[in-house]
């Protein structure tokens, strides 16, 4: 058995990740993951890397992928994790890291939205406490973990996970947005969500649409109300929502099929 006395990723999640998409041998938004990347560290405590900067964790993630790369495929999923590496039991002796990266081959060289909308639900069990953590992509995953679970025995395509005073935070393994009236709403930094990639470059392109975005605290009055529901990430970029579970609602993608187009323009430069 490999010896993990020293992961505190696996004993403690003490650790973060970063989950890129690779299009073309190019790492997107590589800039915007290494400062969330380096947030994380700051917030930790870790040691950081020699050279420890964007061009290093891009020459670390293609370095690997060359090596590995044995089909000869430009387009990718990455995660890449970081835990502390160190003896002790909660307080740890030192704050050394180790890392590693795993690949998973994507068939597309862009980002594609569903054709299929989405059908979600609320996760109403484990809540997020909005703190220092949770803008972070902590290995200390259960909440993510748990609603996932739910929405496969519920049968839906994603669930949404409510934060400790009642609102929306985010879903499984996205960021949320609302468009109703030519207003763009999602959850803020202060209601607990991850501070997703994709999430900062839609927040950034919403004035291209003619879109008045607004950050704030969001309930499930919200949804009923919205004409689009969009789910983001950095490997996926926009899903579109076409059903809230239990309702006859149906919701449309207009706009989310233009800001995909937008997102894609800005991955390629």
């Known amino acids: 058995m490999k010896d993990l006395s020293l992961n505190r990723s696996f004993k403690y999640g ?3 990740f970063e989950t890129l ?41 293609l370095n690997f992928i060359k090596e590995y790369n044995t089909a000869n495929l430009s387009s990718w999923r990455v995660r890449i994790t970081f835990w502390r590496n160190s003896p002790g039991f909660y307080c740890p002796e030192n704050n050394t890291i180790a890392w590693t990266i795993e690949t998973y081959p994507l068939t597309q060289s862009c980002f594609v939205l569903n054709e299929k909308g989405l059908e979600i639900g609320i996760y109403p069990d484990v809540k997020i ?10 290995c200390s995953g259960l909440p993510y973990v748990m609603a996932a679970m739910h929405k496969k025995k519920m049968g839906w395509d994603d669930a949404l996970i409510l934060n400790s005073i009642g609102g929306i935070a985010e879903a499984s393994s996205s960021n949320i947005f ?22 900062r470059k839609i927040i950034e392109s919403a004035e291209e649409l003619g879109l008045e975005l607004t950050e704030g605290h969001i309930t499930s009055v919200d949804l009923y109300d919205a004409e689009e529901i969009w789910l983001s990430n950095a490997v996926s970029g926009i899903r579109w929502v076409k059903k809230l579970s239990g309702s006859d609602l149906l919701f449309r993608s207009s706009y989310a099929q233009k800001m995909t187009e937008i997102l894609n323009r800005k991955a390629k430069s």
């Open 178 to 199: 609302i468009l109703k009236k030519e207003q763009l709403l999602t959850p803020s930094v202060a209601e607990g969500p991850v501070q997703g990639v994709c999430r």
């Open 14 to 16: 003490d650790g973060l």
């Open 129 to 138: 406490a909005p703190d220092i953590l949770s803008g972070i992509k902590s």
């Open 21 to 61: 998409r690779v299009i073309n041998s190019k790492i997107v938004f590589l800039n915007e993951h290494f400062e969330r990347l380096s947030q994380g560290f700051d917030i930790l405590s870790f040691d950081k890397p020699e050279d420890f900067s964007a061009e290093w964790l891009e020459l670390e993630i």
